[in-house]
């Protein structure tokens, strides 16, 4: 499993390799995010993060992954990280042509992005990825809440996001409906917002699956 990342709060991430037998189809996909992807100093830091352990689970699963990952703390589609870039940014940094699937995940900081805007600038980053990868499918998983009270110009943005994802073709998941995070505070740090090592491994487990059903079948 090979992973560029761009950090956020913590320092760049070492690349690290995943083994597989040589049966065993290798998909390459790439993931863009935020610092719910980088993980921080509250949890999910290198191994203990969900991509890391979304891998292990999809091996385990006889569907091996390599990944490039690009993600950057504070980052979204239409809101600079803290390394300047935007989503469309790490997508031309992480994409391949050979990739099988990109999977794009976030983002609650682009919170204060006009819902119109939001939608042209995610457009703009799932086009890059299909130019570059035409035969890939594309994942897109909306921002999550932890509480239940989401704001509303997240679901306003969250509504711009899907529609642009579904428009682009892509398979479109809303944590917000779906409550990830919601009623567990134990998988929160005590900010209040960003997932610890617990709640990274509870992302692994529920974005391997969505991972697994994108991927090519195996013979």
Same mark, same amino acid.
């Given at each position: ?9 913590? /320092?760049?991430?070492?690349? %690290? ?5 040589? %049966?065993?189809?290798? /998909? ?43 993600? %950057? ?147």
């Amino acid at each position: 499993m090979s992973l560029a990342v761009t950090a956020g709060l913590v /320092s760049t991430r070492p690349v %690290e390799v995943m083994t597989v037998s040589r %049966e065993a189809p290798l /998909s390459h996909i790439a993931v863009i995010g935020d610092s719910y992807t980088t993980g921080t100093n509250f949890g999910g830091l290198g191994g203990k993060g969900w991509p890391a352990r979304a891998w292990q689970v999809l091996a385990r699963q006889g569907k091996p992954v390599t990944a490039d990952v690009a993600s %950057e703390g504070r980052a979204g589609y239409g809101v600079r990280g803290d390394h300047g870039s935007v989503f469309g940014d790490l997508t031309a940094r992480a994409v391949r042509p050979d990739d099988v699937l990109v999977v794009f995940f976030g983002s609650r900081n682009d919170e204060p992005v006009d819902p119109l805007a939001l939608a042209g600038m995610a457009w703009s980053a799932f086009d890059s990825a299909r130019r570059t990868a035409p035969a890939a499918k594309l994942l897109v998983i909306g921002p999550p809440w932890p509480t239940a009270d989401v704001p509303d110009k997240v679901l306003q943005n969250r509504d711009a996001l899907g529609n642009a994802a579904r428009a682009a073709g892509a398979v479109f998941i809303d944590p917000i409906a779906e409550r990830w995070f919601v009623g567990r505070p134990d998988l929160i740090a005590p900010d209040g917002v960003h997932p610890n090592d617990a709640g990274h491994t509870y992302l692994a487990d529920r974005i391997a699956s969505l991972v697994g059903d994108q991927l090519p079948l195996t013979p």
